[in-house]
């Protein structure tokens, strides 16, 4: 007599679970998750203003700001052709430099040769909404291209310790700003199979006196259709002209992390 095949519990618990990730390998994700880390070089300059009046410091020959590298993160929500992502990006420099110029920062006074200490701390949220005007989905290959309107919020904030000559500490002044800029641009996406696929994007405005412009380009990896990997490169050309704080900077550098998407 053949004998019978017993489905245990956690054949069965396997067998849907195997189901379930050949079902997805073709479905598109609705919601996303990325964390990863973003290295990033700094240019520009940087000035603390009193009635329109500072010296614009530049940020490597002056301070010699060091490269900032920080964890990143991306919540998205995609249904049909919209899509809707949060990024959160903290940026942190800071070094020791001795000025090239004479002037002033916060209404205190400096010279050439002063040693100087300084951070340049933002917080960069980002949050995007983008429509997908061609969204072929249903294609060996698979291409998405839309128009993205955003809202980057920089929390930014600058520190200059002065220690002069001596290294004893002359002064010691902070200034920050909260400036939303909104920016308009594209976002497109290429895959050339469920499992890689490259991501590009760019958006650009000035403001009130700010002005933001953020392009990136990244490639992502899914061996698995539920979890996979991703890297890239991005570009920040920032302006921050408040009443006392002005940031003039551009940053760059390459990303990777880890996606997960349902």
Not at 128 to 149: H, M
Request: glycine share 10%.
């Amino acid at each position: 007599m053949p004998s019978k095949c017993k489905v245990t519990p956690w054949l069965a618990t396997a067998l849907l679970f195997l189901f379930t990730l050949s079902s997805t390998a073709f479905a598109d994700e609705l919601l996303s998750f990325k964390a990863g880390y973003q290295l990033l070089s700094p240019e520009g300059s940087i000035a603390g203003t009193v009635n329109g009046v500072g010296q614009k410091i530049d940020v490597g020959r002056d301070l010699d700001l060091d490269d900032s590298g920080g964890l990143t993160g991306e919540v998205a929500l995609q249904l049909g052709n919209s899509r809707l992502a949060f990024n959160y990006l903290p940026i942190s420099f800071s070094g020791t430099g001795t000025l090239k110029v004479n002037g002033t920062f916060n209404g205190q006074s400096f010279s050439v040769n002063d040693r100087v200490k300084s951070e340049l701390d933002i917080a960069l949220y980002d949050i995007g909404y983008t429509y997908f005007l061609l969204n072929l989905d249903d294609l060996p290959s698979r291409l998405q291209l839309g128009v993205e309107l955003a809202v980057k919020i920089a929390d930014a904030e600058v520190m200059l310790r002065n220690l002069g000559t001596t290294g004893s500490l002359i002064f010691e002044e902070k200034e920050s700003a909260l400036v939303p800029i909104p920016t308009i641009g594209v976002r497109g996406r290429v895959a050339l199979a469920d499992f890689i696929g490259l991501v590009g994007r760019v958006g650009y405005m000035e403001y009130d006196n700010n002005q933001f412009l953020d392009a990136e380009a990244q490639v992502e990896f899914s061996p698995l259709p539920t979890l996979g990997l991703y890297a890239g490169y991005r570009y920040f050309d920032l302006k921050i002209d408040e009443s006392d704080l002005f940031v003039e900077t551009e940053f760059s550098g390459p990303f990777g992390g880890l996606l997960v998407r349902f």
